[in-house]
T-cell receptor
Framework: QQQVKQSPQSLIVQKGGISIINCAYE??????FPWYQQFPGKGPALLIA?????SEKKEGRFTISFNKSAKQFSLHIMDSQPGDSATYFC??????????????FGTGTLLAVQP | DTGVSQDPRHKITKRGQNVTFRCDPI?????LYWYRQTLGQGPEFLTY????????KSRLLSDRFSAERPKGSFSTLEIQRTEQGDSAMYLC?????????????FGNGTRLTVT
């Protein structure tokens, strides 16, 4: 049972363009939604995260938009750069005891930013 | 380097052999997680520890898998009688339990190839 569905599977964007990756979740108990970036041969690294009490969070060129009623959230990368080329994973978890726990990951989006 | 450290980075073994991986988390982190990632997929939760206690195991963790964290610091993941289907990247992550939004920090993984 896939609890977090991610799309698209791959994405090609021109340098300077906007990259948009979407995720949908099923479990309404989820209350923490991070995005991770992974380069080949490396482990995933946290990019940005959001809780459902806000609809948007921005950090630099990265923005998460969150729609609680639709159970959807998305990552927007503004002014995409070749160095952003990586695989991006959305994830979700429930908050146990004040700390995030047991992240459920989407299947990933391979982003290629063309110079 | 104060990040999560995993050893070895690569392991090639023959089917039926036993293998053991080690993870050293960030020193002040009391939670430690093991994930498995196959090619083109997101990481899948296997198990996690709070200090030395193993609090949850996924159904993915068959009887051939065992994880320990004997002193609440480093952890080992052992796979007995390896099968070709065990070939994957095994990722370790750690976090500071008890704090909201304490993110998971991943190591660079151990890539297992079973021939």
């Amino acid at each position: 049972q896939q609890q977090v569905k991610q799309s698209p599977q791959s994405l090609i964007v021109q340098k300077g363009g906007i990259s948009i990756i979407n995720c949908a979740y099923e479990n309404t108990a989820f209350d923490y939604f991070p995005w991770y970036q992974q380069f080949p041969g490396k482990g995933p690294a946290l990019l940005i995260a959001i809780r459902p009490d806000v609809s948007e969070k921005k950090e630099g060129r990265f923005t998460i938009s969150f729609n609680k009623s639709a159970k959807q959230f998305s990552l927007h990368i503004m002014d995409s750069q070749p160095g952003d080329s990586a695989t991006y994973f959305c994830a979700a978890s429930r908050n146990y005891g004040g700390a995030t726990n047991k992240l459920i990951f989407g299947t990933g989006t391979l982003l290629a930013v063309q110079p | 380097d104060t990040g999560v450290s995993q050893d070895p980075r690569h392991k090639i073994t023959k089917r039926g052999q036993n293998v053991t991986f080690r993870c050293d988390p960030i020193s002040e982190h009391n939670r430690l997680y093991w994930y498995r990632q196959t090619l083109g997929q997101g990481p899948e939760f296997l198990t996690y520890f709070q200090n030395e206690a193993q609090l949850e195991k996924s159904r993915l963790l068959s009887d051939r898998f065992s994880a320990e964290r004997p002193k609440g610091s480093f952890s080992t993941l052992e796979i007995q009688r390896t099968e070709q289907g065990d070939s994957a990247m095994y990722l370790c992550a750690s976090s500071l339990g008890g704090l909201e939004d304490s993110p998971l920090h991943f190591g660079n993984g151990t890539r297992l190839t079973v021939t």
